[in-house]
């Protein structure tokens, strides 16, 4: 299954943006703050209603983004890892189930990868193209039971390389 999700260039004070699917029908839409302190993300169903929340932690070394379900209770924790070397590293958590999230050094690709198994398996795969108004994500889901949590993941990503950028300029 892929999904895809466009950002808006001209977005200066809060997002708003559509995730569809392959067939360019409408799953969530994302929307947020932009300059709010602590960056959080909703992200809706077709009537409006928060299904997930995205919540930065504020004052941390690395990286910590919970995810809140729509009763605002966390459900899976994103953490970025402490490496040295090229590509970023980040980690999933959801009960008992972890999993692997590297990208490459531009910070363009991603895999996220089970960790809890036996045997990795690569359960997504994301794709940033970076277009000349808005830059577009493209993600393929292996495993349809992880769309929701692949999704949010994505966000996650884009939330840590927006408050780099932010914090770098």
């Known amino acids: 299954m892929k999904y895809f999700i466009s950002q808006k260039f001209f977005t200066f004070t809060r997002e ?3 995730i569809l699917d392959e067939n360019g029908n409408f799953v969530y839409k994302i929307y947020g703050q932009r300059f709010w302190a602590g960056k959080k993300l909703r ?13 930065r932690r504020l004052f941390r070394f690395l990286t910590t983004i919970d995810i809140l379900d729509r009763n605002n209770e966390k459900i899976a924790k994103f953490k970025q890892k402490f490496h040295i070397g090229f590509g970023k590293r ?3 958590k959801r009960g008992e189930d ?15 990868v089970t960790t809890s198994k ?7 795969v994301i794709d940033k193209r970076c277009l000349s108004f808005a830059d577009r994500y493209q993600v393929e889901i292996n495993d349809s039971s992880l769309v929701d949590l692949t999704l949010c993941s994505v966000l996650c ?3 840590y390389n927006q408050h780099k950028s932010n914090t770098n300029n």
Do not use: C, E, H, R
């Open 43 to 55: 992200l809706l169903d077709k009537d409006g209603n928060t299904v997930f929340t995205l919540v």
């Open 118 to 124: 036996q045997n990795p398996v690569v359960v997504a």
């Open 98 to 112: 972890k999993f692997d999230v590297s990208g490459n050094w531009l910070g363009l690709d991603y895999n996220i």
């Open 16 to 18: 708003d943006i559509d």
């Open 90 to 92: 980040f980690y999933i």
């Open 157 to 159: 990503v884009d939330m």
